[in-house]
């Protein structure tokens, strides 16, 4: 199983960037999802998480600029971001919880990350 984040990139302040997840091998069902950033020397802090069935939650900080959405048909989550400041800048993470075999034992996967810059 594998978590492959793209749409990361170089944009100028108050841009947008969209960000996508698409999760892949072999798995039985994909739990709740989510974005993540980590500063560096810091712990990975939470951008928003989404359940299956749609429901999310956002970090203060991200409330009204950040929009997460997935499409389970494609395995895929994202997160549209919007107004970006440069403080912003940093790399995001998506992270999932799978059950693998359909056992009901779910475990929590993360992809690599990537990259946001945010020039003033």
């Known amino acids: 199983v594998q978590l492959v984040e793209s749409g990361g990139g170089l944009v100028q302040a108050g841009g947008s960037l969209r960000l996508s997840c698409v999760v892949t091998?072999?798995?039985?069902?994909?739990?709740?999802m989510g974005w993540y950033y980590q500063a560096p020397g810091n712990h990975r802090e939470m951008v928003a998480t989404?359940?299956?069935?749609?429901?999310?939650n956002y970090a203060d900080s991200e409330k009204g600029r950040f929009t997460i959405s997935r499409d389970n048909a494609k395995n895929t989550v994202y997160l549209e971001m919007n107004i970006l400041k440069p403080e912003d800048t940093t790399i995001y993470y998506c992270?999932?919880?799978?059950?693998?075999?359909?056992?009901?034992?779910?475990?929590?996967?993360w992809g690599r990350g990537t990259q946001v810059t945010v020039s003033s």
């Open positions: 992270g999932g919880t799978l059950d693998i075999t359909g056992w009901g034992t779910e475990h929590y996967f």
């Open positions: 091998g072999s798995f039985h069902s994909i739990g709740t």
């Open positions: 989404i359940t299956r069935d749609g429901k999310t």
